[in-house]
């Protein structure tokens, strides 16, 4: 057990300072609600170095560029792309060809692939490693039918035969680490992720991501991250706590009673890396609404030119809720985003309803790299615009 904590740099608990009282509840006799881990500390993934313990979470239809791009600058130690379909890929289909772009400013970061064929899920892996990724992310867990019913995402929980020939293939095909990321199982209740995992380890995963919910539940209830603590009992690489991460304080809960190796940040982080700055560095201030127009304006212009003007304005427009919500701004001012027809029109709305955040937006835009090399030289034919 020792000799994997040092291994990955898992918070061991050396490096947990106890409670007041150590001797109150719980396993080891630690306070687990109240010990301190360090989200500062740098860990391992094979030879990949993760700065901090908070991931991003790979989220369909949320996690392009501008997205991972923000949550590395607010401390993200890691970001993942949304799940990217592996026949897509093997077909060469543009859209899903544009997900492999990846900028200098990214990394480290995971793409994720699903798909149920293990030689084409090893293709798919050698383009995403070729595409400068540092990993190879699996998706084990998605519990979509439309991802479902072609036996890939969480119905492979059920076959783990197949899923770990896909593991083993994509380990065979790339030289970069493989992660898999899973729930706990198909239905309420069930514990295959406990069965599984140390199958997929053994099968080539470098690092594995839970999150605790059956298939079925989808994101209602809980995520229970007892199962988080069992499963890293089981495997000697680093497990990632995915689910209901959103504060420092629960972050610092749950990578405690769980010897995880870091925790990952999903719903939480969406129109609010603020979140992932507090769940980091502890720092709770709330940001100002110049910060969050200049935010929420440079996250616009970036997935423009990522998706072009056309598909960005309808992928928006769920950003607008999130960013202004919260208390931030009155509602009216995201129905009127919503409806506007074009991005240079959100922006001057934006500005009207916060003056100062143009100069903001002026210093965060010269401080960002930019041009030719941030972004992956490809041929732009294939990102089917922007
Ligand atoms: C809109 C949305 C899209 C998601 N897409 C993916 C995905 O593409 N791949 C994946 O592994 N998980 C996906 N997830 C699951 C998240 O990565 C994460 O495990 C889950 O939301 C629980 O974490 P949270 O409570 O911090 O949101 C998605 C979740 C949401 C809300």
């Known amino acids: 057990m020792k000799k994997r904590r040092e291994a990955h740099h898992a918070p061991s608990r050396a490096r947990i ?86 900028a200098s400013d990214e990394h480290p970061l995971a793409v994720q692939i699903f798909g149920s064929d293990p030689p084409v899920m090893a293709e798919a892996a050698r383009m995403v490693e070729a595409a400068g990724a540092d990993l190879v992310d699996i998706n084990f867990g998605c519990p979509v039918r439309k991802v479902t019913k072609t036996g890939a995402g969480a119905t492979l929980l059920e076959d783990p035969d ?37 199958r997929l380890v053994q099968a080539g995963a470098s690092t594995l991501t839970l999150h605790p919910r059956s298939a079925r539940q989808m994101y209602t209830g809980s995520a229970d991250h007892s199962l988080t603590a069992e499963l890293v009992e089981r495997v000697e690489v680093p497990v990632i706590a995915s689910g209901d991460i959103v504060s420092r304080a629960k972050a610092q809960s749950v990578l405690a009673a769980t010897g995880a190796a870091a925790v990952m940040v999903g719903r939480g982080a969406q129109g609010n890396p603020w979140a992932v700055r507090e769940i980091v560095d502890g720092d709770a201030g709330d940001p100002t609404r110049e910060e969050v127009v200049a935010e929420l304006i440079l996250f616009v212009r970036e997935t423009v030119r990522e998706l072009g003007e056309r598909r960005a304005t309808g992928f928006l427009k769920k950003f607008y809720g999130w960013y202004l919500g919260r208390g931030r701004f009155p509602r009216p001012l995201k129905q009127e985003l919503v409806l506007c027809s074009t991005p240079a029109e959100v922006e001057r709305r934006l500005l009207a309803a916060a003056p100062g955040a143009a100069e903001l937006l002026e210093r965060l835009e010269e401080e960002l790299p930019h041009g030719d090399e941030v972004t992956l030289d490809l041929p732009i034919s294939i990102y089917g615009g922007g």
């Open 17 to 102: 300072l106890p409670a007041e009282n150590p001797q109150r509840n719980t396993r080891g006799g630690y306070d687990f609600a109240s010990v301190q881990v360090d989200l500062r500390e740098p860990w391992r993934i094979g030879p990949v170095e993760v700065p901090t313990r908070v991931v991003l979470a790979p989220m369909a239809g949320v996690s392009v560029q501008a997205f991972r791009r923000q949550g590395r600058r607010f401390g993200a130690g890691l970001v993942c792309s949304e799940m990217v379909s592996c026949a897509g890929l093997h077909h060469g289909n543009e859209r899903t060809l544009g997900y492999l772009r990846i």
């Open 162 to 198: 197949r899923a770990c020939r896909i593991v083993g293939a994509v380990a065979q095909a790339v030289s970069v680490p493989v992660s898999v990321k899973m729930r706990r199982g198909l239905e309420d209740g069930s514990r295959a992720c406990l069965e599984v995992g140390p």
